[in-house]
């Protein structure tokens, strides 16, 4: 079978439609902010954030104005961060905005911590790190036993 040469390096981008453009556009420039992304563009209707590898897009919704997690389409969408220390601060942001946490900073499978967040219109969102302490056991020199 022949090998398609074409392969996908990156997400780009994801864009989102919101129900209250003013509201949703506040509460992503506070977030993003927090975790260190600039305004990309702004077109009026249309605004994105980067930091320089992922790009989010939110946009006013032009048909139905509710989302439900479990319908169809998008579950959650997951940000991952440095250190499970950015994770926690990340709650506190969320906790001193108001913002509803639905899933509290934990453990959630081996060497996976993450908190779970609702954006304005209910958009399931979410902070991560992975691997961090396997990593940390790797780096740790073994124990000489003469």
Known sequence: MARNKSRVVGIDHISVRVSDYEKSKAFYAKLFAFLGFELSDDYGTTIGW?????????????GRKTHRIGDVGLHHYAFELRRRKDVDALQAFLEKEKVRIVDSAAEYYDDYYAVFFLDPDGLKLEGMKYGEMTARRKRKPLKNNK
């Open 50 to 62: 980067t930091n320089g590898r992922t790009r989010y897009w939110i946009a006013p919704a032009e």
